[in-house]
């Protein structure tokens, strides 16, 4: 080896710290970067394979109004230096998370380890940011929705702060499209249009065009997953077999169908199927051979045993008339399961409409209806079946109304015995069809049920009947049409109650969306509401306690409270379903929180059923709100990433940037020194020598020696000094940085060296000599270095010794 040292590859590390950037302006909002070891928590730095949580904390101090707000977080050197870790992107409610594998592009979905940047955004982001809104749901005049003219009774939908009103089209037929979605905030159609889009069979996103396989019902009876206020059940039937399908209204998708019985069959053929109910977890339907069908919601799998003995006579079960529909409802009450059946168009003739009733428990007919109960002649029929209750909201009867020639009801009790049936319908137009109601406890107390009607001469109208009562709905006309829509013509099929802002919301042929005072029977419904859930822990994703201090208020925004009236307004707030305070509204229409222990309570809804003089606030442009807020740090946008393996890999940093109503904003930059494994460290050596020759010029610098670990015998006591070379090598892969010697014996050594650095495959040597007094000699030096760019904390690591030792005679007594 010559004298030169072979220099190696430089590698470039980074150092630990936190580089700050310019100060932002007092009035701007602040982004503050941090990071985490999430696999070695509290270690001082990470390491190869370590994976880290990276937080930034905005402090928004924009404007009280809401103005849109952007936190974009590139991951620098990804994926080479840094992997992202799918699925670990958090962002504080009301902000909406997106993913790029550019930098440029992003996207709602999880890109996965190929993310380089992620970002969070809010359109509505308020100043402190310890705050959640919903919009206050506007006064709904009237829709024309897409419905075809045949929109059934409306399925409302609250997600996000929004609420939509979805419907089918009834008796629809294979391929046409059949589902709507209403924007009742905007009063237009639902984002992802057009509008109607096709039911199918298959599981998958809501497609477009007349390209449905599955057909509906004529009386569509809508059942919520009981666990899952997204999914909603309804009767359905494909080329083949009737049965139960699903659609996902948050993911706007058809999550399944299954077939309970194959359609065709003589001399009664299953053409169609009525229904649903919902029975301790159970889906009941019933063919159109009066057969009782059932479905395990959990499992979706038939229920053992059905489908089960006709309860009702059949009806639309003529063969070779496929598109023949049901006619009639379905309800569940004192634990069994009733149908109504219209035998208009049947196999054995036309037959008076009646009632059954199921047993779950037997699998059969229930006691005292082991034949169907008439609830009217021949050649009428019923649409509905209902549940009727006693003065004390008690269910004790099961009802239908008839019409043709005259409307009117007919009840009998949960045994088959005839009992008092409401009169509302005595009377009404001949040739008018009621329809299946909505039962709600109204804002007075008392139990009611809304039927809707038309037909005859009646254009659409509503029919409200008090059990508490025992009377008709006191202030409701009878029946109260509706004049302003659509000039009356509604063609009312049934409605929706909206609990939070107090209106129903009815459907009909028309394809007419509107609402309906249920007080007055008034239209456009005065009455609006929100409902916000506020959960503060969710606002922070570090793992960090401490961060919140308590709940604060909730209050209207963007709605001139003289337009509220407020006394005869409430807000409640729940946890988990269960009442915690009934605020009273202030005169600016805040309500004060903070009496509510965010410790006790980690959780609350607030929601505010507001009675409007007016509607004027709703346009637009402006979009009033009610905001929930509670004392906190700032909140967080959090993503984890995982180091590489790779040894050139010695750092990484991390800087997020954004943008409010306050500016561009950019955080101090986070830096993070890596540190290397094992296989990624320096690996240093030394090697002592001293030389054998008796000439001084063959063991200085460069000299050809011989160079040996020990002198022969007698040698040195000739010479007199001892000369000594230390070779130190970096057989890599790093560079190893801040190298010293230590060698006790020979400060010249120590001082010939100093402090250098030594790059990966390279070797440097060092040379330097002791007039020696005292012979034998023995002299050992180690070295000790870091990597290359670790931080001033970083622990040296020292070589194992190496030894050279000068002999006098003493030397060859002891070889």
Known sequence: MGCTAIAGLLITGTFVGISAAPAPAADSSVLHKSAQNVTHPGAAHPGHGDVLNWVVDYTDKGSAAPASATITDPINGAPSAQTYVPGSLKVPPGWSPSWSTDGTTFQGSDTGAATTAVRAGNPSARQGGTNLSADLLPPLQSVATATGGDGYTPILYRAGGKVEAWNLFHHSTAPAAVVVCTDLNTGQACAGGPWPKPINAAPGPLGSGATSDLATASMERIIRDPDHANLVYYPAFASATVGVACLDLQARANCGYWPLIDRGGSPSS??????????????????STGQVLCLVIASHQPCAGQ????IVPPNGDRPATPRSDYLGWMVTANGKVFASSSPLDSSAGQRPPAIGCFDPGTKAACDGWTTPHVVGSAGSYSYNAYVGYDTGAHA??????????????????????????????????????????????????HLRSYFGIWGGSVAGATVCHDWTAGAACAGFPLPATHPTVNGGATRDYGYAYD??????????DAGVLFSVDPDTARTPCLHSGASVTMKPSAYYCDGGT???????????????????????????????????ANPSF???GSLDLSGISASAHPSINVTTHLVL??????TGTNHPALVVAFHGDAPQVCFQTKVTDTCTVTGVSNTATGSDSTGDLRSNTVDLWITPGSACMPHVSVNKEICSSTTASKCGPCGCGPWV?????????????????????????????????????????????????????????FYCSTFLLVLPLKNTVTASYVPAGAPADFPRTTTDPSSAIACGVLCILKD
């Open 307 to 310: 489908p089960y003995a006709a």
């Open 586 to 588: 202030g005169a600016d």
């Open 709 to 765: 670990k020990q002198t022969p015998g007698g040698l040195l006591g000739l010479l007199g000094t001892a000369y000594w070379r230390i070779t130190v090598t970096d057989t890599g892969p790093l560079d190893a940085a801040k190298v010293t010697l230590d060698d006790p014996k020979e400060s010249s050594c120590e001082a010939a060296a100093g402090e250098f650095t030594l790059a990966a495959g390279e070797t440097k040597r």
């Open 613 to 618: 003089r007016n509607g004027s606030d709703f």
């Open 270 to 287: 299953v053409n169609n199927i009525g229904g649903l109910v919902e029975h301790d977890g159970d889906l009941y339907g019933i063919a």
């Open 499 to 508: 609990t939070t802002s107090g209106c129903l919301f009815g459907l009909g």
């Open 396 to 445: 004790d009867r099961v009802c239908a109304t008839v019409t043709s020639p005259a409307m009117k009801s007919t009840c009998f009790d949960f045994g088959g015995t005839a009992v008092t049936a409401p009169t509302e319908f005595d009377g009404l137009s001949s040739g008018a069809q009621a329809f299946s109601p909505e039962t709600i406890t109204t804002s007075d107390g």
């Open 546 to 580: 401490g961060h919140v201090q308590g709940y604060q208020n909730a209050r209207l925004e963007n709605i001139d409270v003289a337009d509220v009236d407020l006394a005869a307004s409430t807000a409640t707030v729940t946890d988990n379903g269960t009442t915690i």
